[in-house]
T-cell receptor, first 112, second 116 residues
Framework: TQLLEQSPQFLSIQEGENLTVYCNSS?????LQWYRQEPGEGPVLLVT?????EVKKLKRLTFQFGDARKDSSLHITAAQPGDTGLYLC????????????FGRGTSLIVHP | EAQVTQNPRYLITVTGKKLTVTCSQN?????MSWYRQDPGLGLRQIYY???????DKGDVPEGYKVSRKEKRNFPLILESPSPNQTSLYFC????FGSGSSYNEQFFGPGTRLTVL
């Protein structure tokens, strides 16, 4: 059972467009992380959100943690070809599980 | 440079031939883990280790073994590889185990394994 559902699975857009990626669950998470993975490399952490309702900005990327800590979103403004990659959300379930849960990822392609 | 290294990066082998993929981190991290990444299935954890001599199963441990004799090393062992273990494997480490609100995992570059 996939505890973290990411949508959309694939996204192909033109440079300059805005986009939002969603990460949803029925479970409550003590924290949630977003990673970006480029071809031939391992995932690299972008941000960690820990407080319900929290919003974090990283240049053109805006991350939001849902009030109930069950969902998160990643919004990219004015996407650039350098944003191309696989975006993964990962969560630590409340209650002390030592196995982090990963979403299946959103594959983003930004065309010049 | 702080990093997680894996070797080999690419490996083609045959069914039943034992193999080991090495993983090493130079950040003095307590927690290390192995994942496999398959199309449509995402990252799934195979085994993890909270510290030296402490290992435990993740979501998909069947067919794999690990050991943690030293803090920096966490090798993944396939005693008798089968074609369904063809995958992209990642080693990762973090300062503390999952469950910490500030747990950032550092991933290695990946090992692409093909079992014929």
């Amino acid at each position: 059972t996939q505890l973290l559902e990411q949508s959309p699975q694939f996204l192909s857009i033109q440079e300059g467009e805005n986009l939002t990626v969603y990460c949803n669950s029925s479970s409550v998470f003590s924290s949630l992380q977003w990673y970006r993975q480029e071809p031939g490399e391992g995932p690299v952490l972008l941000v960690t959100v820990v407080t319900g309702g929290e919003v974090k900005k990283l240049k053109r990327l805006t991350f939001q943690f849902g009030d109930a800590r069950k969902d998160s979103s990643l919004h990219i403004t004015a996407a650039q070809p350098g944003d191309t990659g696989l975006y993964l959300c990962a969560g630590d379930e409340s209650g002390g599980s030592y196995i982090p849960t990963f979403g299946r990822g959103t594959s983003l392609i930004v065309h010049p | 440079e702080a990093q997680v290294t894996q070797n080999p990066r690419y490996l083609i082998t045959v069914t039943g031939k034992k193999l080991t993929v090495t993983c090493s981190q130079n950040m003095n991290h307590e927690y290390m883990s192995w994942y496999r990444q398959d199309p449509g299935l995402g990252l799934r954890q195979i085994y993890y280790s909270m510290n030296v001599e402490v290992t435990d199963k993740g979501d998909v441990p069947e067919g794999y073994k690990v050991s943690r004799k030293e803090k920096r090393n966490f090798p993944l062992i396939l005693e008798s590889p089968s074609p369904n273990q063809t995958s992209l494997y990642f080693c990762a480490s973090s300062l503390f185990g999952s469950g910490s609100s500030y747990n950032e995992q550092f991933f290695g570059p990946g090992t692409r394994l093909t079992v014929l």
